[in-house]
């Protein structure tokens, strides 16, 4: 994505942009933007546009319909830093089966891109947690998506990611019970919190690193109460972390950590 001009009401057509400081509380202890505070700025840029067309949380609650992130794909040139001012822009590109994808761009003072982001979104039903296909949302709110799809995002494609506990080099962590603080308004563990779960798994070596391209999909849903198992690998400069419950992933996520 082309840097953009600030326009005056932050938005235009299906484009919504902000601008916001990088928070003493946002940043580790190299003072860059957390991995998981980036995921939470995401989330919550996607929810305040949709927001500014009218349709905030509690009016899609209202309406049966709640999106929730399945997948993430990130590129990143510069991890923002303590105090930084930075841009951050949102867009619909276009729709994919039952998928909504969702792209990113923030950007620094100067223009550049410090990271790119292509997301994918399903549309639930909170009662009864069916999936609505994208077409149920455009029949009961014509004209309220804005898809871009000439407007690309710099992440790479999805990939499919796979970790299976019993290939060779793979380390088990302690498991992790799922508690109050991880939980959202949906009832289930917000999505940054899996982020956490997994740069507290590696060692200081490997958390210490600045993250230059992460891959993550959201498989099932963890609950309060419930405990994850934890297994991570590291191969070629990558690793890769996942959370178990019941016999299923419930999250697992690929980072590729700035070598030198």
């Known amino acids: ?3 953009r001009p600030m326009i005056e009401n932050k938005t235009e057509e299906g484009f919504y942009q902000e601008e916001m400081e990088v928070k003493f509380c946002q940043c580790d202890a190299s003072h860059r933007l957390k991995l998981s505070e980036l995921f939470r700025i995401l989330t919550d840029i996607a929810d305040t546009a949709f927001a500014f067309r009218g349709m905030d949380h509690q009016f899609l609650m209202e309406n049966r319909m709640v999106f929730l992130i399945s997948r993430f794909s990130v590129q990143v040139s510069r991890m923002p830093v303590q105090t930084e001012r930075i841009r951050v822009a949102t ?3 276009q729709c994919e089966r039952a998928q909504f994808i969702r792209n990113f761009c923030v950007w620094d003072t100067q223009g ?3 990271i790119e982001v292509s ?3 399903i549309l639930v039903d909170p009662v009864n947690r069916s999936i609505l296909r994208p077409g149920q949302f455009e029949e009961r709110f014509p004209g309220s998506l804005r898809p871009m799809p000439e407007e690309k995002s710099g992440a790479p494609d999805f990939i499919r990611l796979r970790l299976r506990e019993s290939e060779e080099g793979v380390l088990q962590g302690a498991d992790r019970k799922i508690v109050y603080s991880d939980i ?3 009832g289930h563990v917000d999505n940054a919190r899996y982020i956490d779960m997994a740069m507290d798994i590696l060692p200081e070596r490997l958390s210490s690193l600045s993250p230059e391209y992460v891959q993550v999909a959201f498989n099932r849903e963890a609950m309060l109460g419930e405990s994850l198992q934890m297994f ?3 191969e070629n400069g990558k690793v890769t972390v996942k959370g178990m ?15 030198g």
């Open 232 to 234: 991570w690998k590291e």
């Open 184 to 186: 959202d308004g949906n």
């Open 112 to 114: 550049n891109a410090l």
């Open 91 to 93: 867009w619909e590109q």
């Open 119 to 121: 997301s994918g979104w």
């Open 245 to 259: 419950a019941e016999g299923k992933d419930s999250f697992i996520c690929m980072i590729d950590f700035e070598q």
């Open 1 to 3: 994505m082309e840097y």
